[in-house]
């Protein structure tokens, strides 16, 4: 894909009125906790946080060693929770004809922006491609045009693939989710934008690639989000708001100051009363929404209750 290709393809840039506000009140930004990372070996590491679920594993491995970018131009870093496995560990054996590295920390399980973190630590590629184990990439080129976006723009920080649905007939499932979205499900960086940034929050239980959207957007970084590159992910529907709750405590013990925390937690009422409309976006977004005001209300009240007593 030669430049003139590239810069053919839709680049969806604009500033929204949230990106305005967040850059005019975050002048200082707080940073992640990444420690360390490996020197450059490879063009691109593919850096997966997995916990069982091996027949996913199985699936975007396939689809990984199907790609048409030779073998030794990229890496694949498997980090599994949860002290890891002898199932996950055999991955390594499984794909013999990839570059795989498979990791199990010992410490700090459940903690997704600490897992990112380490993986991250461990990738040896100029470009980081987060992935989930359910994502699917349907393109044997994938890689390859990836590689191509960030070789003929060097002022490209990010690119940032579309989404579609996966096992599911029904679009209307997948509709309440922006197609173009910060997420480590499918989302590649410049490993100089991850380090400049410190990567990621470790004590993010989930959404830290929200938080690491964040940061990137106040610092003005440049993002590519193109429809020419497309990956697949099952429908994010569920009933459950316990990660919402989790996401809201992630947020309250943040390092941001009360100004923004004030800002997110407004942020999420206006979300609120369109529970009551129809469309699962309202509903979905609104229940995220409660879960992120209560975890955040209950670590104010639980941090005045200490004082209270003291």
């Known amino acids: 894909m030669n430049r003139h290709t590239v810069f053919n393809h839709l680049k969806l840039q604009g500033t929204t009125l949230r990106e305005k506000i967040l850059k005019s009140i975050l002048k200082t930004c707080p940073e992640g906790d990444l420690k360390s990372h490996e020197n450059n070996q490879y063009r691109l590491s593919c850096v997966f946080i997995f916990f069982q679920r091996y027949h996913l594993m199985d699936n975007i491995l396939h689809c990984l060693n199907s790609q048409s970018l030779k073998k030794d131009k990229f890496q694949i870093v498997l980090v599994e929770d949860k002290g890891g496995s002898g199932e996950g560990a055999s991955l390594r054996q499984k794909f013999s004809g990839l570059n795989i590295d498979y990791f199990a920390p010992d410490h700090d399980w459940g903690k997704m922006g600490f897992m990112r973190n380490y993986g991250l ?109 497309q990956y697949y992910h099952p429908p994010l529907v569920y009933e459950d708001t316990s990660k919402g709750h989790a996401v809201g405590a992630s947020f309250a013990g943040s390092k941001y100051n009360m100004i923004i925390k004030c800002f997110l937690f407004i942020n999420g009422i206006r979300w609120l009363p369109l529970y009551f409309l129809p469309g699962l976006k309202n509903k979905f977004m609104a229940r995220f929404a409660l879960g992120f005001l209560k975890g955040f209300v209950g670590k104010i009240f639980k941090k005045n209750k200490k004082i209270d007593y003291q």
């Open 121 to 229: 630590s461990k990738a040896k590629g100029e470009i980081i491609l987060f992935l989930d184990d359910d994502t699917v990439l349907m393109d044997t080129d994938f890689l390859k045009n990836l590689i191509d976006f960030f070789a003929a723009d060097p002022s490209l920080d990010a690119v940032m693939p579309k989404g579609f649905a996966s096992q599911t007939l029904i679009m209307g499932q997948y509709e309440y989710h922006d197609p173009f979205f910060f997420t480590n499900r499918c989302m590649a960086y410049r490993k100089t934008c991850l380090l400049d940034l410190k990567g990621f929050d470790s004590n993010f239980i989930g959404q830290e690639d929200v938080e690491f959207a964040i940061r990137f957007t106040a610092k003005n970084y440049n993002v590519l989000k193109t429809p020419s590159l």
